[in-house]
């Protein structure tokens, strides 16, 4: 019996359908990158264990993709190495693109110009439970900067939040905290060695709410005291201004706590002079649960479609300094490019010209129309008109229903009249308008459409 064909779950293929709508998000990031100049980046998607492991918490690790070492190789071990993973498998699929960054990072550290900005939208990989807007293999879309503690790169990528989810049309929401204002809480509340389970339990707020999150923080560790003095942070309204005032007062025994309030006073600053078109809260429940970040933190929210956050990102003041590198700071922030497809989708933003690979075709009625036909074809394809001509003779029934199954806008009739005018017959198959096009003309109808 043939085997049925099938891919892993949390896995997808994608038509060409989806890839124009997938490339048109993707060139859109790239396009906006490049204009804050940073340049391309690609990294294996395999790394070295050693390369992934203890970079995202125990939670990340449980999550990584371990590849096995080739069949030769296991054949040749006894069941008793089998059973030592570290001897069956030393590499994994990458997690994120930001560890392997910083690998690259020192890896090429002589040949690199600091502060280095780069950008990288490749595939990452998580072991995952497969659900809605959440997949086992996806894209991510990075940006980051390294080599330099400036505010003015967190305020860059606000600008690229700005920016990206405008020329998307998404309205989004920006939440920003600070690790350093995490610490200073988890410090004043006196369970700074805590600082972990503090952040991996609040970070679910939003999806499991207060009382689950006060229940888990019981469960790792922290009194009811505690719990009761973290409360009311947790809940803090009003501006952002008003919040970093009340953090002031409530972190006044935490030295890094209150450098916390004063980096996001001065990027909160020049995010007002900027005038941003960008909603930016200040949300003390965001935590960012991966252990590396060490300064602001950001979250995207889109407004108008229930989803997981669609972006996200932070500041790390020694990521590098695992591989030993010591003293590089970074920021940096990746759009998931999976979920802002699905939201572009749930929300029909994806222009009409997206949905069409081919935006003219020409039918093929003979060989002298044929001739005609190709000789008009290469003048649209010189100015990358998407084009082609049908490469059959076929009843034009036949042909026209080819050109509707594949949602061609455009298509161009050729027969024995139109070579006697010298014009085509243009039909429009959205509207079922067509006219008459002269030769000369031609070109210049479709580069003024």
């Given amino acids: 019996m043939a085997q049925k064909p099938s891919i892993p779950k949390g896995t997808r293929d994608f038509s060409p359908h989806e890839m124009m709508r997938r490339q048109y998000i993707f060139d859109t990031i790239r396009r906006v990158f490049r204009t804050y100049g940073f340049a391309p980046l690609e990294t294996p998607s395999m790394e070295n264990l050693s390369t992934l492991l203890g970079k995202y918490g125990d939670e990340g690790d449980k999550l990584l993709f371990k590849i096995l070492n080739s069949g030769d190789y296991a ?18 699929l990458r997690y994120d693109l930001t560890v392997p960054f910083a690998r690259y990072v020192v890896q090429h550290n002589n040949e690199l110009t600091f502060p280095f ?13 497969p659900q809605k807007g959440r997949y086992r293999e996806f894209y ?39 690790r350093k204002i995490l610490f200073g809480i988890a410090e004043t509340i006196g369970h700074a060695d805590k600082m972990t389970d503090i952040t991996v339990a609040i970070d679910k707020l939003d999806k499991i709410g207060l009382e689950n999150v006060k229940n888990e923080l019981l469960e790792r560790g922290l009194d009811a005291e505690a719990i009761a003095k973290l409360q009311p942070i947790l809940e803090m309204s009003g501006t952002n201004s008003e919040k ?78 695992i591989f030993g590198l010591k ?20 929300l029909d933003l994806f222009p009409e010209e997206v949905n069409f690979s081919t935006r003219v075709l ?41 050109a509707n199954r594949r949602d061609v806008p455009y298509v161009v009739i050729i027969g ?22 002269a030769f000369a003309d031609f070109k210049a109808y479709f580069t003024d459409k």
């Avoid at 003015?152 to 700005?162: D, G, M």
């Avoid at 600053?269 to 252990?291: K, P």
Wanted: proline share 1%; hydrophobic share 40%.
């Fill in 244 to 321: 970093l005032d009340l953090l002031e007062g409530i972190l006044s025994a935490s030295e890094t706590g209150l450098k916390g309030v004063g980096e996001m006073r001065t990027i909160f600053g020049h995010i007002a002079e900027a005038g941003l078109d960008l909603d930016v809260q200040l949300d003390l429940s965001l935590a960012r649960g991966l252990n590396y970040y060490t300064g602001a933190i950001f979250e995207v929210k889109a407004l108008d479609f229930e989803i997981g956050s669609i972006s996200g990102g932070g500041r790390y003041d020694d990521l590098t300094g």
């Fill in 362 to 402: 020409f039918v093929n009625l003979g060989e002298e129309e044929q001739a005609a036909s190709l000789k008009l074809l290469r003048e649209l394809r010189s100015e990358h008109i998407p084009s082609e001509i049908y490469p059959e003779q076929a009843k034009m029934k036949k042909q026209m229903e080819y």
């Fill in 117 to 129: 900005k780069r950008y990288q939208i490749q595939p990452v990989w998580r072991a995952d439970r």
């Fill in 327 to 346: 003293g590089l700071s970074g920021v940096g922030i990746s759009f998931g490019a999976d979920r802002i497809y699905d939201v572009m989708v749930g």
């Fill in 416 to 437: 024995s009249q139109e070579l006697g005018e010298n014009a085509a017959t243009v039909k429009d198959m959205r509207s079922g308008e067509q006219q008459k096009v």
């Fill in 75 to 92: 054949a040749k071990l006894s069941s008793e190495e089998l059973m030592q993973a570290s001897k069956i498998c030393e590499k994994g």
């Fill in 140 to 178: 991510q879309c990075d940006v980051d900067v390294i080599g330099t503690h400036s505010l003015l790169c967190e305020v860059e990528l606000v600008e690229i939040v700005e920016q990206v989810f405008k020329a998307l049309g998404i309205r989004v929401q920006l939440k920003m905290n600070n």
